[in-house]
């Protein structure tokens, strides 16, 4: 392994590309058609290594990307609100050359694929949205239902400065690893998965980065600028939406995802696994099977 935690060798392309004023890091494999995969909270580029050749041997070049504040691309100190963010998506997908691209994301990653495919349409072709919600979906499911609250009640505890960090931090991110094994749970996550995961997490100021995306969606409720980001998103999405969600999911209850079908204006293909809320490690072979045979679908 490269003495870069993230920078973990394989068949794949590790490339580190300019855009929308930063530079992410892609691990890419494979030719043709885009499919850009998005990490979510607390995780990177790694959640997707098992999807990367499958993807690539059904024809399609699979990208990874590290988001913005983690792994090895760039830690500006401000961009963690989902209109940043979904910008940076589509201009990763032009500095890779392409016009559009098939968009998969996974919790945080998924709202950013939606966001994508709303706000940047000429980007999007299509989204996949794995353990994840519309935005919409989700914010009146916080304003409205108490056991999504709770579900989320993690992010409330992320609000608190520089104590949220340090808790993450403290005893080589074992609370990231707590977390990451709740969410695969009855299943384990293996011990050197974890490891990973942790070291990742204590690169640089990870930590605080992750953490600002949730701080902006929980205190943006009731202020304008998200008052207006749920306005901007309300027209939905008009590209193909593939939409996996695991049953037992204890971040993003089942019913707040499927809420999102009210915003997804394409074809809508829904799937449910009996899994939780980490589906790319728990349900691997399943999600690759059913998100490569959408894709073959749509190509």
């Given at each position: 392994?490269s003495?870069?935690?993230v920078?973990?060798?394989?068949?794949?392309?590790h490339r580190i590309?300019?855009?929308?004023g930063?530079r992410?890091?892609?691990?890419?494999?494979?030719?043709?058609?885009l499919?850009?995969?998005?990490?979510?909270?607390?995780?990177?580029?790694?959640?997707?290594r098992?999807?990367?050749?499958?993807?690539?041997?059904?024809?399609?070049?699979a990208?990874?990307?590290d988001?913005?504040?983690y792994?090895?691309?760039?830690h500006?100190?401000?961009?963690?609100?989902?209109?940043?963010?979904?910008?940076?998506?589509?201009?990763?997908?032009?500095?890779l050359?392409?016009?559009?691209?098939?968009?998969?994301g996974?919790?945080?990653?998924?709202?950013?694929?939606?966001?994508?495919?709303?706000?940047q349409s000429s980007?999007?072709?299509?989204?996949?949205?794995?353990a994840?919600?519309?935005?919409?979906?989700?914010?009146?499911?916080?304003?409205?239902?108490?056991t999504?609250?709770r579900?989320l009640?993690y992010?409330?505890?992320?609000?608190?400065?520089?104590?949220?960090?340090?808790?993450?931090?403290?005893?080589?991110?074992?609370?990231?690893?707590e977390?990451?094994?709740?969410?695969?749970?009855p299943?384990?996550?293996?011990?050197?998965?974890?490891?990973?995961?942790r070291d990742?997490?204590?690169m640089g100021?990870?930590?605080?980065?992750?953490i600002?995306?949730?701080?902006?969606?929980?205190?943006s409720v009731?202020?304008?600028?998200?008052?207006?980001?749920?306005?901007d998103m309300?027209g939905?999405v008009q590209?193909?939406?593939?939409h996996?969600?695991?049953?037992?999911?204890?971040?993003?209850?089942l019913?707040?995802?499927?809420d999102s079908?009210?915003?997804?204006?394409?074809?809508?293909?829904s799937?449910?696994?009996?899994?939780g809320h980490?589906?790319?490690e728990?349900?691997?072979?399943?999600?690759?099977s059913?998100?490569?045979?959408?894709?073959?679908?749509?190509?």
């Open positions: 392994m003495e870069n935690p920078l973990i060798p394989g068949e794949w392309e590309v300019h855009a929308h930063a992410f890091h892609v691990v890419i494999q494979g030719e043709g058609p499919v850009l995969f998005l990490h979510g909270f607390p995780t990177f580029w790694w959640l997707w098992k999807f990367l050749a499958p993807v690539a041997q059904a024809g399609f070049k990208a990874a990307i988001m913005r504040g792994g090895a691309s760039d500006p100190p401000r961009g963690y609100d989902p209109r940043t963010l979904a910008a940076d998506v589509a201009g990763v997908i032009r500095t050359g392409f016009q559009n691209a098939i968009v998969v996974q919790g945080v990653g998924g709202l950013i694929a939606w966001t994508a495919a709303t706000l980007s999007v072709r299509a989204i996949g949205s794995i994840s919600a519309h935005p919409n979906a989700l914010r009146n499911a916080m304003i409205t239902s108490p999504q609250t579900a009640s992010v409330v505890a992320l609000q608190t400065p520089w104590l949220a960090e340090r808790t993450l931090q403290k005893n080589h991110a074992r609370a990231v690893g977390l990451l094994e709740s969410w695969v749970a299943d384990v996550l293996d011990s050197e998965t974890k490891k990973i995961y990742a997490f204590l100021n990870t930590a605080h980065c992750a600002e995306f949730h701080r902006w969606a929980l205190r009731p202020r304008p600028d998200g008052r207006t980001f749920a306005v309300k939905g590209v193909p939406v593939l996996i969600h695991g049953r037992d999911d204890t971040s993003i209850l019913k707040t995802s499927l079908q009210e915003w997804a204006h394409g074809s809508w293909t799937h449910v696994l009996e899994a980490l589906l790319p728990q349900r691997a072979d399943d999600v690759i059913l998100l490569v045979a959408w894709l073959k679908e749509l190509d």
